[in-house]
């Protein structure tokens, strides 16, 4: 189960992001990778952070 979730704007934050998945991959912190963009589909990030807790997530 992830504790941690990453999410970005769109799949061109992924340059950006990927660095902070290697960081968690590296100390072996559980985590999910997101593409939720709150100009475009603020519902579904509504939705993300809403559920987070249920899913096991500490941190976003």
């Known amino acids: ?7 970005m704007g769109s799949q061109s934050d992924w ?3 990927r660095h902070a998945t290697e960081m968690l991959d590296r ?3 559980p ?6 963009s709150a100009h475009r589909t603020p ?3 509504a939705d993300y ?8 997530l500490r941190v976003i």
């Open 1 to 7: 189960m992830a504790l941690v979730g990453v999410i």
């Open 15 to 17: 340059e950006t992001m």
């Open 27 to 29: 100390l072996s912190i």
């Open 31 to 36: 985590h999910e990778v997101r593409i939720v």
């Open 43 to 45: 519902d579904r990030l």
């Open 49 to 56: 952070a809403r559920t987070a807790r249920a899913r096991g």
